[in-house]
């Protein structure tokens, strides 16, 4: 029951989301003239960033997570929104291996130098920084986040997946702990109806490596599992050939050299947090797994849609 609106730079882009009750506000946080909008908000969620891994076009990437963050806040001041919530990454917090997941009280960085990963960590001070100010903010922190509609790097690996054309993965890769898109929203909206200003909260359902949710979701998909056989060097090799193509034809690669730095690391995180203070409970991710799959399958294997 609640009137939501949406910030959108396209709005024939979100025509689903209008059909469905939203209200949709022409905008681009990087230039923000959408303030009487903002205005009229109970709740602001700052869900808006640039994710992708190895861009092409790093300046921009800045403008968006940090300029455009620190946009939104402005405006949230100036207006006097009552209540915020940003999405952060848990990521900022790895390598964080099992035996000692990250907990909120964790010292964020930068793992790996790539502008991604250094715009979300001065996003985070940001945002940590505007918290102290005074601002009603609430901080999130996703971690690994999968799900239908996914149309970035994962979920075109998921597209190949289920094609039957990822048969191959790196050696090497680390842990993550995966929780669906669906859990996390729940958890956003307990941030900020049980949240409190001035805290943050992890999100992050199972801790499970890499290999091993691809083997939960080739089995959902009933195609065979991909097998970690390919020595990481050639791995990297692949992703500067994979890097140069998406140069030539401006799209995102499918493989990075980041991409597969962030892979390699761990990020278990403990979510305790969230669960007793939120009551935040994710529903099972095997289930969750299954209704993503069935998702891919249709829209890729049946409906024949292209990558």
Same mark, same amino acid.
């Given at each position: 029951?609640?009137?939501?609106?949406?910030?959108?730079?396209?709005?024939?882009?979100?025509?689903?989301?209008?059909?469905?009750?939203?209200?949709?506000?022409?905008?681009?946080?990087?230039?923000?003239?959408?303030?009487?909008?903002?205005?009229?908000?109970?709740?602001?969620?700052?869900?808006?960033?640039?994710?992708?891994?190895?861009?092409?076009?790093?300046?921009?990437?800045?403008?968006?997570?940090?300029?455009?963050?620190?946009?939104?806040?402005?405006?949230?001041?100036?207006?006097?929104?009552?209540?915020?919530?940003?999405?952060?990454?848990?990521?900022?917090?790895?390598?964080?291996?099992?035996?000692?997941?990250?907990?909120?009280?964790?010292?964020?960085?930068?793992?790996?130098?790539?502008?991604?990963?250094?715009?979300?960590?001065?996003?985070?001070?940001?945002?940590?920084?505007?918290?102290?100010?005074?601002?009603?903010?609430?901080?999130? $922190?996703?971690? =690994? !986040?999968?799900?239908?509609?996914? @149309?970035?790097? %994962? &979920?075109? #690996?998921?597209? *190949? +997946?289920?094609? /039957?054309?990822?048969?191959?993965?790196?050696?090497?890769?680390?842990?993550?702990?995966?929780?669906?898109?669906?859990?996390?929203?729940?958890?956003?909206?307990?941030?900020?109806?049980?949240?409190?200003?001035?805290?943050?909260?992890?999100?992050?359902?199972?801790?499970?490596?890499?290999?091993?949710?691809?083997?939960?979701?080739?089995?959902?998909?009933?195609?065979?599992?991909?097998?970690?056989?390919?020595?990481?060097?050639?791995?990297?090799?692949?992703?500067?050939?994979?890097?140069?193509?998406?140069?030539?034809?401006?799209?995102?690669?499918?493989?990075?050299?980041?991409?597969?730095?962030?892979?390699? $690391?761990?990020? =278990? !995180?403990?979510?305790?947090?969230? @669960?007793?203070? %939120? &009551?935040? #409970?994710?529903? *099972? +991710?095997?289930? /969750?797994?299954?209704?993503?799959?069935?998702?891919?399958?249709?829209?890729?294997?049946?409906?024949?849609?292209?990558?």
């Amino acid at each position: 029951n609640w009137e939501v609106s949406v910030l959108t730079r396209d709005e024939s882009r979100a025509k689903d989301l209008e059909a469905r009750g939203a209200r949709l506000v022409p905008g681009d946080v990087t230039r923000p003239k959408f303030y009487a909008a903002l205005g009229r908000a109970d709740v602001l969620f700052h869900v808006a960033a640039w994710f992708e891994i190895g861009t092409r076009d790093p300046r921009r990437m800045l403008d968006v997570n940090v300029t455009g963050t620190g946009n939104i806040f402005s405006l949230a001041r100036k207006e006097g929104v009552g209540r915020i919530v940003y999405t952060s990454t848990a990521g900022l917090f790895a390598p964080a291996p099992p035996e000692r997941p990250a907990t909120e009280a964790s010292t964020p960085g930068a793992a790996i130098d790539d502008p991604y990963v250094v715009s979300k960590l001065q996003a985070h001070r940001l945002a940590v920084s505007e918290m102290h100010a005074g601002l009603p903010l609430t901080v999130v $922190l996703p971690a =690994a !986040v999968f799900g239908p509609h996914d @149309r970035g790097q %994962l &979920g075109r #690996s998921l597209a *190949l +997946l289920v094609l /039957r054309r990822l048969k191959l993965l790196p050696k090497g890769f680390g842990v993550n702990t995966w929780t669906h898109a669906a859990d996390i929203a729940k958890g956003q909206i307990l941030a900020a109806t049980k949240g409190r200003p001035g805290e943050m909260y992890l999100f992050g359902d199972r801790v499970l490596p890499l290999l091993a949710f691809y083997r939960m979701a080739a089995e959902a998909s009933d195609v065979p599992a991909p097998r970690a056989s390919v020595p990481m060097a050639v791995a990297r090799f692949a992703a500067r050939i994979s890097e140069a193509r998406s140069r030539l034809s401006g799209k995102t690669p499918l493989l990075s050299r980041a991409s597969l730095s962030l892979a390699a $690391l761990d990020v =278990a !995180v403990d979510s305790s947090k969230a @669960r007793k203070e %939120l &009551g935040w #409970s994710p529903r *099972l +991710l095997e289930e /969750r797994v299954q209704d993503t799959m069935a998702w891919f399958v249709e829209r890729y294997r049946v409906q024949g849609e292209s990558l």
